[in-house]
């Protein structure tokens, strides 16, 4: 099977041209200005963006939290993902304290395996590092899992100390990975949230004022201080705040380089949501939390000094049933929200258009960073001869709104709810199969391949 695409705007994270691109098979086979090439279909994208397919590396599927489980599985939650241009992401097996890792991949690959419309991936989250534990980290190096993740809160579920978390890094730095951090401080968080309980302090707004920036920024310089002193490669997920990022930019001047991501919601939405009426600022209830208007810009402005990388999601999304859970105690709301459908045309719409981010910066945000960093480059994040052929044609001009009426998440409400976007993915291509067109899923569960990672590249 050939696929041509004619006359498209083809952007990547260094170029922006006009051209043809001819795909044969799962891959990219040819690139050039009015190509010859006959194919058995033809895809006219004049006036269309052409893009790499996003790589969301912060995904939470199916994911057994604080007594229920996201409410996206494999097969809706990357058919969402299909639909707004995110061809691959990478989801946590989350180890289960007292087992091995392996049983982590084990439990996610029954979860994914024949359920996937995308290609995804698995960090390895660790919950348990130990003796036993330890030698595992090799063998999944070698089986393509070369990101380990750490929680520095969550503690009595996910939480390491600082022991286990400098263990590992001492291991991972040996065998080739990465390891990867929620960085925030558990024990200070714990504190805040009884502080509030024993005050009665109940509503979802409590859960903002448990988690303050020193939290945040605190773990953050703790964990950059570990990876300094273990000189592992280092990458901190979900980073939302000021204080934060100073962490990074103050280990930059001993040369260190750590990786961040922030999360779309992170750059858009701010605390002011969980003022919201009544029971409403649940829909925002998150770990770290949203914060000020003065973190926005500082995460615009890390994107543009290239201390910020990767813009994911963190999708992790709960019904408002879920959400109730937490009715009358904030600690007991389920953490996460939708997102993963609007990543790439928020970021498009919000960050492009209104001039915050160049449109190559764009690619490098939702696919060309990520792909770089945890080992799936050139293979994917890119549009060049040879890569797979996961490529979005893309109407920068079309508007359209947010509504969980329309949304493909498995999740009664948006936390975008009305939100104007322009700019929509009109067809998605992955691994050379037109996947999404115009609003239809093209391609079934089962689609999606498990990717294997290879070891980490400098080259940022
Ligand atoms: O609120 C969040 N972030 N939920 C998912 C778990 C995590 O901390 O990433
Ligand atoms: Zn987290
Ligand atoms: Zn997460």
Redesign the pocket.
Known sequence: MSVIIKNGRVVTATDDYIADVFIEGETVSAIGKNLPHKADQTIDATGKLVFPGGIDP?V?LD?P?MGTF?SDNYETGTKAALFGGTTSLID?AIQTQGKSMYNAVEEWNKKSEGNALCDYSYHLAVTDFNDQTRHEVKKLIKDGITSFKT?M??KGA?MVDDGQMVGLMHEVKEQGGMVTV?ATNGDMIDHLIAKHRSESKMSPLYHYLSQPEITEAEASGRFVDMAYYTDVPAYI??LTCEGALNQVRDASRRNQKVFVETCIQYLLLDASLYESDGFEGSKW????PLRQKKDQATLWAGLNQGLVQVVGT?H?PFYMKQKQMGENDFSRI????PAIEHRVELLYSEGVRKNRISINKFVEATSTNAAKIFGMFPKKGTIAVGSDADIVIFDPNEQHKISAKTHHHNCDYSGYEGWDVTGKCKTVLLRGKVAIDNNEAKVNKGYGQFIRRKQLSKVI
Do not use: W
């Open positions: 912060h939470h994911l939290f996201s946590f929680f809160a969550y996910l929620h997920v979900h209830v998150m770990s770290p963190d992790c389920p953490n996460g929200h």
